[in-house]
C-alpha cells in the first residue's frame, strides 16, 4: 500500500497486450502438447498439437443452444475477466488483486453452471467452489511469501527481483504446485469437472454449455494456464532460463500426476489443498517472516 | 473453414446392446487404434457431441431416452448406428419389447453392420459421418444465410 | 455544535411522538419523513464540517450528567424488575453489580470531575453519523411497511408497534450521541442505552424463545457494560480532576496509563461487537423482526462495539493485550466464516457472516497500525452498506414465500428476479472483487505482514476468506438459477420496500465506485491526524477496480446486444423423459422430481463443532490479555 510499482506504465501496457493476443496461442499449444505427451505416456499416438485449435474452432461453428440466456452472459463475463486479471498480472500489477480478480472469473463460471438448473452442472458449480476454497489459502501464502521475500506485492517487482525467491520458498513452492494441480483441473483432483467420458458427472460443471459458449471456456483455460505458469516464473525470477525449464519441468509433472491418479473424492482436494497450505506453505512462511522481520 | 472433421466429438449410447459392440467401441480408444489421433473424443454428453454413436436396438424403454438424447446434440449432427442390432434389431429384432433399430426412433446417416462391428470399420463409418456432418454444417450455414436476408 | 446536539435530540423527540401514534399512515409519515430529516441532518453534518478535522465542543457538564444519571438508574430499575419478572436471576445479579459499580463512582469519585469538551466531532465521527442517519433512517421506512406485514403473518404476537418504533429512534438518538460524545461518561450512557434497545427490540414477539435471546443479549452486554463501568474508577482514581474522561486526553496521554482503561473498554467492545465466546446473543437475535436485525447487525449495535475499539487502536498499538485481543477477532473471523457454511438459515448465514467481519475489523483495530485501522473503518462502511441490504432482501423474500432458508430460494431470479439482482449485489458486496468488503481484506493481509505476528493474521485470513468465498458464492448461485417454473410474485411487494432496497443497492455500488473518495475526504485524513501517517491502495490499483466495477455494470447490456435467439433446450437429464417442471419417472415407474441442493458439511464445519473449540480458545485469549496487562502494571511496564 502506498507504494507504486516499478517499471513504466508503457511496458505495462504493452506486456499487457501481448498477453492478450499471445496468451490463447500459448495455451492453447500447451494444452496441445498436454495431449500429445499425454498420449506418449499412454502409448498412443495422441492428436496433432495443434488439435485444441481445431476443437475450439469447430465449437464456434456450432449451433448456439443453451438452457437460459442468462449463462451466456455470466460466460462472457467469465472470459473478460479471465483476460483482466490475467492482463493484469503481466502488466505487472498487485499480486493480490490478480489472485482476488481470478477468483470473481470462477465465481462467474460457477454462476453460470447453477444458472442451468442441472442436476450434473450443479455438482459440478459445488465442486468447483469446493476447488476454489481447496486452493485459494495457498495461492495467497504464494503471494506473501513472495512479498516478504522480494519486499513489494507488484509482480513487475516480483519477476525482476534478483532475490532466489525459491531458496527462501521451498515449501510454498511444492506447495504452489500442489494447488497447481487443483487449479489445471488434473486427477486426483479434476472433481468439478471431468476430460474423461462415462462418469457420474457427466460433465460437471460445463455439462450445459454447449458450442460457442464452450469455445469460450476452453479459451478462457488457456489464459488461465498461462497465468498459472507465469507464478512458476515468479519463484525463478532471477534466472529467467532456468525458470523456463522449471515452468517445463513443473507442467511435465503435473502430467505425470494427470496420468497416474484417479480422481478421488472431494474430500481429498480439500485436505490436500489446505494441509499442504498449513504445513509447508505455512512453516516456510514462520521461518521467512523470522528472516524478514529481523528478529 | 471444415474444423468439424478434423474435431468430432463422440456420444456413446448403449441402448441395448450385448455390451459385445460396446467393447469394441471403446476398443477404438485403446493404443492400438487411437482414435485420439484424429482428434476424435468420447464425451459423454450430448451438448458437447457430434457424432452420436449408438450400439444396440431399440427397446420400448429407452425410445424416448434416445429421441430426447438427439434432440439435445447442437446442430450440426450425425447418428452411426453400430453393430446389426443398431441397424435393424439383430438378432433380438423378435422380442416382445424391441422397437427394431435405431431408424425406428432418430434419422440414423451411417450404418455400421457386424456382430460385433469391428474396431476397424467403426472407425471407417465414423470418417464416413465425417463427411456427412460436413455437408450438413454447410446445409445450416446456407440456410442461417437465408435467414440473415 | 448545533447540528450535533439536533442529531441527538431529534430522533428522541420524533420517538416519543411516536410513542403517542396509533397505528396509521401518519406515522408511517412521520417515519418516512424524520428518516429523511435525519439522513439529510448527517449529510449536511458532512458538508459542512468534513474538512474541520477534529472539533472538541465545551458542551456543559452539568446539568445533562445527572439527567443522564438519573435515566441510569431508571434503566437499572426496569431491567431489575424485568429480571425479576423473568425469574432470569443471573441478569439481575449483573445489573445489580453495574449499578453497584456506577452508583460507588458517583458518590466517591464523581464530585471533583468536570470534563469540558463533551462532545467532538471528527472524520470518524462523520462516518459513523452517515452510516448511521442515512442506514438506519432506510431500515426505519422499510419497518414501517414490514411490520404491517408482520402482524398479518404473526396474529398471535401482541401489536406493540408503538413501543417499537419509539425504542427504534430511540436507538439511533443513542448511537448519535455514541459517536459525538467526547465524554466517557456519556459515551457509556447512550452504550447502556443501545444494550436496552436491543433487549427490548429482540423480544419484541414476547415468545419464550424472543424473550430468552433478549435476555442472553442483555447478560453478555452487560459483562462488558460492568467491564466499562470499572474503567471509570480507574480513571477516576489516576485523575482526581476528570480530564482523563475526555475520550482525546486519554487516547494522548501515552499508552502506561490508557492501556488499563482501552483494555477494559474493548473488553465492553467485545462482547457489544459478538465476538466469541460471546457471539451467541447476535445469532439469537435473529429471532426478532428482520428490520430489528439489519438495524443491529449494520449500522447500530454491533458498530458501536467496534467503534469505541478502533477508536482505542492507537493505544493497543504495539501492545501485547492488543495482540491478543487481536487474535480474538482473528478466531472469530475464521471460526464464524467456518459455521456460516453449515448453516441453511439464511438470516443464520447474515449472523455469522457479520460476526465474522466484525473479528476481522477487532483485528485490523486491536492490532492497530495506520493501515490497519484504514482497512477497520472501510470494512465498518462497506459491510453496514451491504449487510443491510442482505437482511431487508431476506425480510421481503421470507415475507412473500414464508421461508428464509436458502434451500427454497431457487429461482429467486425467475420468482423475484428484482429482488435476487438486489441481494446477488449484497452478497457480491460482501465478497467479491471490485467491491468494498474485498479490497478492505485485501488491505488487511497487506497490513498484517508488516504487523507483529502478522503472519499468524496472514494466515488467519488466507483460510477465513476462502472460506467466505465458498459459503456466499453457493448462495448466491441458489438465487441465480434460473428454474424452468415458477411465475414473477414481485407485484406485491410494497412501495416503501422497494424505495429503500433500491436506495440500498445504489449505494452498495456506489461504495464501491467512490471508496477512493471516501478514502481520500474522510478516513486518510482521520488517520492521519492519529498516528502522522496514513494508508491508501496505489492509483494503479483503484483505476483496475473502478474499470471492473464498470465492466460488471456494462457487461449485462450483452445480454441485449447479441443478434440471433440461440435454440433453447432442456437441461440434461440423462436422456429420461421430463416434465416441465423437472419431474421424471424413476424406476418401477415411480415419479420423482429433481431437485438440488448445496454442500453445508455439518461433520466438519458444524456450529456446535467448532464453537465447543473456538469459545474456550476466545476465553483464553482475552484471560492472557487481562493476565498481561495486570502484570505489566505491576511491573510499571505496558505489555
Ligand atoms: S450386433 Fe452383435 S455384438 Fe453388437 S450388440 Fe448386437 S448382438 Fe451384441
Redesign the interface.
Known sequence: MGYEPGGGHVTSIITALAFVVLAPLVGGLVAGVD?KIT?RM???????IL?PF??V??LF?????TVTPSQNLYIVAYLVFMIVSGAYFFAGGDFLLVIFAFTLAHVFIVLGAYAAYSPYSHIGAERELITLMAYEPMVIFTAVGLYMVTGSFYISDIATSTVPAILYLPGVFVGFLVILTIKLRKSPFDISTSH????EL??GL??????PV?GKIEIAHWYETVVLLGMIYLFFGFNPVLAIVVIALAYLLEIFIDNTFSRMKWQWTMKSGWGVAATLGFLNLVIVYYLYMGV | ?A??K??P?LL??DASSCNGCDIELLACLT?LY?V????I????????A?VFVITGGINELNR???K??Y??I???KVVVAVGICACSGGVFRECYNMAGGVDQVIPVDVYVPGCAARPESIIDGIVKALGILEEK?EE?KEKEKKHGN | MNELIFLILFPCIIAFILLLLPNNRIRDAIVALSGLVISIGSIYLFATSFTGGSVYFPFPFEPTAQVMFVIEMAIALLLLYLGVKFKQYIAVLLVLVQTAVMLYFEMTMAHGLEPMRNLFIDEFSIIMALIIGIIGSLIALYATSYMNTYHEHHPEVRDRRRMFFFVIFVFLSAMFGLVFSNNLLWVFFFWEITTLSSFLLIGYSESEVATNNAFLALKLNLLGGIAFAASFLYLASVDPSGGLLELDTLIASGQSIAIVPAVLICFAGLTKAAQMPFSAWLVGAMVAPTPVSALLHSSTMVKAGVYIIVRFAPVLLGTLAGIAFGLVGAVTFLVASAIAISQTNAKKVLAYSTIANLGLIVACASVGTPELVWAAIMLIIFHAVAKSLLFLCVGTVEHRTGSRDIEDMDGLIVRFPKIAVMMATGIAGMFLAPFGMLISKWAAIEGFIDAPFGIVFVTILAFGSAVTVFFWAKWMGKILSVTPYGENLEGSVSRAKWVVLSSLTVLTVLAALLFPLVSSVLIEPYVLGIYGETARLAQDNIIIMLLMILLLLILPLSLYTSSKES?K??V??????TTPDLKFAGSLGIQREMTTRNYYFEEYFGEKKLLHYSNPLCVLLILVAAALVAWGMSQGVVM
Not at chain 1, 461453428?61 to 443452444?65: I, R
Not at chain 1, 474423461?196 to 462418469?199: C, D, E, M, R
Not at chain 2, 485420439?36 to 482428434?39: D, I, M, S
Not at chain 2, 473424443?41 to 458437447?48: F, S
Request: aromatic letters at 10%; hydrophobic letters at 25%.
Open positions: 495431449r498420449a499412454q502409448g498412443r499416438v495422441g492428436p496433432p488439435q481445431y476443437d474452432a469447430k461453428e456450432k449451433e448456439d443452444v474423461h467420458a462415462h462418469q457427466v460433465k460445463t455439462t450445459e454449455f454447449a458450442g464452450l | 473453414m474444423y468439424l478434423k474435431s466429438w456413446h449410447y493404443p487411437d485420439e489421433r484424429f482428434g473424443i468420447n464425451t459423454g454428453n450430448p451438448k458437447h457430434d424416448e431416452v434416445v430426447n438424447t434432440e439435445q447442437p446442430d450440426p454444417r445450416m | 435454440r433446450l432442456p440434461y437429464m440423462g436422456g429420461r423423459p
